[in-house]
């Protein structure tokens, strides 16, 4: 339904009279919207996405990412794994090779239509119970299992379905992400010579009986999205509802560029000091002192980062052109040191973007960093949590003056939104922070983040997948920097802890999310 209001002015126009006219239509559109909001929540308010793809496509890989962005929108979301199932099937497990695939074995493809419709009955039941979103994680590689889940799915008319098939074209990217399968629960401590054959042998099976999203899907008005080597070429068919919509948005805006993301609080200010919240506050002298390191720290992180990353690329050429040869055989070390070196300058050498806040004492802190080696920019969306009419306080001031106020935020401080004009709650800032994310997906280059106590949580929250009862409450203490590196299993994390003393950088810890 579209509205056009079209309204000529003249001199004539009685002014009282246009204003009514403009406040009548606003009315209509307010009940219109929240008629329409209503019925748009009912329909869109649960969502299966199916997933749809031969196997070492990157489906695991695209499930986890939807799963962390939408939970980390405080959609819960939660991923059904028909493969985890499979391996507690007693029946499945009597010939688990390759031959259990085969879609000549009627047996193993009716075990494995049983098995893929359990966990859609058990993906349902959770909607049911108060879930959002249900990723069915399986192949799903033929129209006649995508029709048998869809007719069950038409029996639940509130919940909506979308179809996400992952393919993968690139013969590089698909090589290890079969070797990558060998340290997966099917494969985990079996002789990888033979495990890598039978895995062969289990894709080689899948591919006979392999019928990609299309014809059908399209014959019958059902909604999905074709993901093309992670990204690269997006098809969409169909999409209608707001969940739908924001999972297709984001996946048309992630890569699989390997780069470092660093994150950090604003060096320490003049109101840290006194511990006041808020306000605008330039940098103390250790604030600054920490600036001048933080400059010297992610230059040498740039250069150590690019000489693993070229050693790695140049290390995997050679075992391309030559599988046969030896990792101990030195006599090509010099050679392919100079590789190294000169890949590693090139890598060095791209583009790193700097984000701060445009508040003072995040701007400062970026303020050591040469324009012309960084890119760097000052973004509104990344400012401090607002707190409204307690800007410039102390918490204890704060407990003091409006206890009431100051329980009701230490009670739930992911809804808590500060009084006053502008206060905001931990869920304004995620939405705000929405576009951030998307950019921060998209970008293939590194970068490192200048913010504040609130918003790096929520950012962290993101990348590390915290859920929403951790994330308002964990501690990013002022003074470290937290290094993330995406991976396809994770997320690579390393902070780092200024020492003062020192005037330099140490290892907190290392851990994979």
Known sequence: MCLVLSI???HQVNIRYLRSVILNVLSILFIYQKIGLRTERQIDSKLVIMMVGLPARGKSYIVKKL?????????????????????????????????????????????RDDLALMVLDQSIEWLKAGGRVAVHDATNSTTQRRKLLIDRLKKEPEI??????????????????????????????????????????????YEKAYQPIGEWEEKNDIQYCKLIDVGKKVIAHNISGYLSGQCVFYLMNFNLAERQIFVTRHGESEDNLTGRIGGDAPLSERGRKFSRALTRFVKRRRIEFALELARRKVREEEELKNPLKSSDDESDDSMEEERV??????????????????????????????????????????NEINSGSREGMTYEEINTQFPS??????????????????????LDVIHRLQSMIIELERMSQSCLIITHRVVLRILLGYLLEWSQTQMPHMLVPIHTVYELRPKPYGVELTSWSYDEEADDFKTMNEELQ
């Not at 590089?172 to 629960?185: A, D, I, Q, W």
């Open 8 to 10: 000529q002015l003249s």
């Open 67 to 111: 799963r962390r962005y939408l939970n980390w929108l405080q959609y819960e979301t939660k991923v059904f794994n028909v493969g985890n199932l499979r391996r507690e099937n007693e029946a499945s497990q009597q010939d688990p090779s390759a031959n259990f695939f085969d879609p000549d074995n009627k047996n193993g493809s009716k075990i």
């Open 160 to 205: 909506k379905v979308i179809l996400l098939e992952s393919v993968c074209t690139d013969r590089n990217v698909l090589e290890r992400n079969f070797r990558l399968k060998l340290s997966g629960p099917d494969y985990k401590d079996k002789d990888p010579v033979k495990a890598l054959s039978d895995f062969r042998h289990r894709v080689a099976n």
């Open 341 to 382: 070196k000169a890949q590693a300058e090139v890598i060095s050498s791209s583009q790193f973007t700097i984000w701060t806040s445009m508040l003072k004492r995040s701007m400062e802190t970026a303020e050591e960093f040469d324009p012309e080696d960084y890119d760097i920019k000052h973004i509104r969306f990344l």
């Open 405 to 426: 106020e100051f329980k009701a935020r230490q009670d739930n401080k992911l809804y808590y939104r500060y009084p006053g004009m502008g206060g905001e709650s931990y």
